[in-house]
């Protein structure tokens, strides 16, 4: 009945073998407070990528024959429920997932652990380590958690877990570990954490949220148990994510979500839970953002994705070198130059606020990063070299309402559609800043974490929809 829309599909992605996936906006021109447009150069793609133009065209194409999915007659019905199935298929194979290995679609990374946390035994013992994302903290606080310190190197990391194991009394276990760090962009371990692991009789869950969209996964060939990655990360910004993993967690007890289609039967006083993947998607889905997520998967899978590593590697080197050479320039990072990392890298500069070196950044030259302390507090705390009454100054600052100077960095981030051009446009920024100082007026919050050019004469685009005046 599909198989013009399958072979369809096939065809496109075929296209897109030899050369790097497109990107939508990649031309986009932004104002500059100076005057004038520049080429918009995107540098943050650690916090959302841009959208492949593949899956603005699946998603183009879905939109005419959207309809309910699941137990609908009607021929858009049925054919929204295979796109729909067919994405989690894509995602599946993505990660290299085993074949009894449930997909279940989330809003995003955060949701996905959020479930997980929510689906483990009541007895289970999680460890996690200081230099994770907030969204692999705080989920594992339902359950009893060892938060071991940011590690020195892999080895260490390595070592800290082993011990931690080791003393381990409960029954199920879970080592919830990164796979590549959102703040510092190093590639975690997880390949040696897994057989470690799983020697102590512990499973693994890798929020590959950074790392999917820059390496390629092979879980059953890493051994990893669970997995959850974000589509907007993915250059599918539709509002899905996912959770890959064993099932018999995922199917005990009662869904994270209780609903319309996670039941098989429901009573007053009793329900029949469904099997996965229903059980833990009650509601209706986002169909959209799910085929929008396995058009991503499918296209990176096409592309030669050993080669786009190469080139990352390359960006992220250059950029290494540029900015230790300016100066007032620090660099973070948790372990030793040259372990693997993808293309992210955090930085100040000693003569400008991290805030102010963002909005100059963008506002005069077009240049979009991310600053701040990245959803990963303890680690920046690590990293920025705050000691511990310091630390402990700022959070009763904080609770007690007070505003204080907030600590931070700059973080530049790299993608698919990233150039030389791009990096050496933020390396000559830089070095100009460093230099010469801002050529424009700005004011900061009183906390500093955010800062915006006084006045803002840039123009907004004309759009089809309201936009906010209220500065956020």
Request: with cysteine; glycine share 8%; proline share 7%.
């Amino acid at each position: 009945m599909f198989q013009q829309l399958e072979y369809a599909e096939q065809t496109t992605i075929k296209g897109l073998l030899g050369r790097p996936p497109a990107m939508v906006g990649a031309d986009a021109q932004v104002p500059v407070v100076t005057g004038g447009k520049r080429r918009y150069v995107n540098l943050d793609y650690a916090a959302s990528a841009p959208c492949l133009t593949s899956v603005r065209d699946a998603v183009a194409a879905l939109l005419p024959w959207y309809s309910s999915v699941h137990r609908g007659t009607g021929y858009k019905s049925q054919l929204t429920t295979s796109a729909y199935e067919g994405a989690r298929d894509a995602v599946h194979s993505f990660i290299g997932a085993r074949p009894d290995d449930a997909v279940v679609f989330t809003r995003n990374t955060t949701d996905a652990i959020n479930l997980l946390a929510a689906a483990l035994p009541a007895d289970t013992e999680v460890f996690t380590f200081a230099a994770e994302h907030h969204a692999n903290l705080l989920p594992w606080r339902r359950r009893r958690v060892t938060h071991l310190p940011v590690p020195g190197s892999p080895e260490q990391a390595l070592e800290l877990l082993q011990t931690a194991l080791a003393a381990a009394r409960s029954e199920n276990l879970l080592v919830a570990v990164t796979g590549a760090s959102n703040v510092t962009g190093e590639i975690w371990p997880y390949a040696e954490i897994a057989p470690l692991a799983h020697r102590y009789g512990a499973r693994v869950f890798v929020d590959a949220a950074q790392l999917a969209p820059h390496r390629i996964i092979d879980m059953a060939a890493d051994g990893i148990d669970y997995l959850a990655l974000s589509g907007h990360k993915l250059y599918a910004p539709f509002g899905a994510g996912a959770l890959i993993g064993r099932s018999d967690w995922l199917a005990a007890g009662e869904p994270f979500l209780a609903g319309g289609g996670a039941v098989r039967y429901v009573g007053l006083d009793e329900v029949l839970w469904a099997d996965l993947p229903d059980r833990q998607e009650a509601g209706s889905p986002n169909v959209v953002g799910a085929v929008a997520l396995g058009v991503a998967c499918r296209t990176l899978q096409a592309a030669d994705r050993e080669m786009l590593a190469t080139h990352e590697a390359e960006l992220i080197d250059l950029a290494q070198e540029r900015l230790g050479a300016v100066p007032g320039v620090e660099q973070y990072r948790m372990w030793a130059v040259g372990s693997p990392r993808i293309g992210v890298l955090p930085f100040n500069l000693s003569t400008v606020p991290y805030a102010q070196l963002a909005a100059v950044l963008s506002a005069e030259y077009g240049i979009g990063v991310r600053h701040g302390c990245f959803c990963a507090h303890p680690l920046m705390v690590a990293l920025l070299g705050i000691d511990p009454a310091a630390d402990a100054d700022i959070y009763r600052s904080l609770t007690k309402g007070d505003t204080m100077a907030m600590p931070g960095a700059v973080r530049l981030s790299l993608g698919l559609g990233t150039s030389r051009h791009d990096v050496e446009a933020l390396l000559e920024a830089v070095e100009t800043v460093a230099t010469d100082g801002p050529r424009w007026s700005y004011q900061s919050s009183p906390d500093g974490t955010d800062c915006w050019p006084d006045p803002d004469l840039r123009p907004g685009p004309a759009l089809p929809f309201e936009l906010s005046l209220e500065r956020r």
